[in-house]
Nanobody, 124 residues
Framework: QVQLVESGGGLVQAGASLRLSCAAS????????MGWFRQAPGKEREFVAA????????TYADSAKGRFTISRDNTKNTVYLQMNSLKPEDTAVYYC?????????????????WGQGTQVTVSS
């Protein structure tokens, strides 16, 4: 079993930056693919970014490209999401997710473990 705990959310103005963290514990390994998703009120959970295990490959949703950066520190079992130039439409609960394998995925169904989420609110 893997436990994921997100942190770093908050209320910011448009144009600001935030860095989300996801600390993993339990049966974790630096080779597990990790992802960030978000869910706005009344909308489905959507993919934001993912990072693979070995090789550190990354992929982003179009909405995140050029503004968000996903990274990981395997010595700390932590994944980060650096979010710059935030927009009001980025407002959502952000969830960290982990897989049992190294290959990254971009769908909700592709992940085995989920955190409880952290709220990000961007005011205009």
């Amino acid at each position: 079993q893997v436990q994921l705990v997100e942190s770093g959310g908050g209320l910011v103005q448009a144009g600001a930056s935030l860095r989300l963290s996801c600390a993993a514990s339990g049966r974790t390994g630096g080779t597990s693919a990790m992802g960030w998703f978000r869910q706005a009120p009344g909308k489905e959970r959507e993919f934001v970014a993912a990072i693979g295990g070995i090789g550190m490959s990354t992929t982003y949703a179009d909405s995140a490209k050029g503004r968000f950066t996903i990274s990981r520190d395997n010595t700390k079992n932590t994944v980060y999401l650096q979010m710059n130039s935030l927009k009001p439409e980025d407002t959502a609960v952000y969830y960290c997710a982990a897989r049992n394998t190294i290959a990254l995925r971009t769908t909700v169904a592709g992940y085995d473990y989920w955190g409880q989420g952290t709220q990000v609110t961007v005011s205009s």
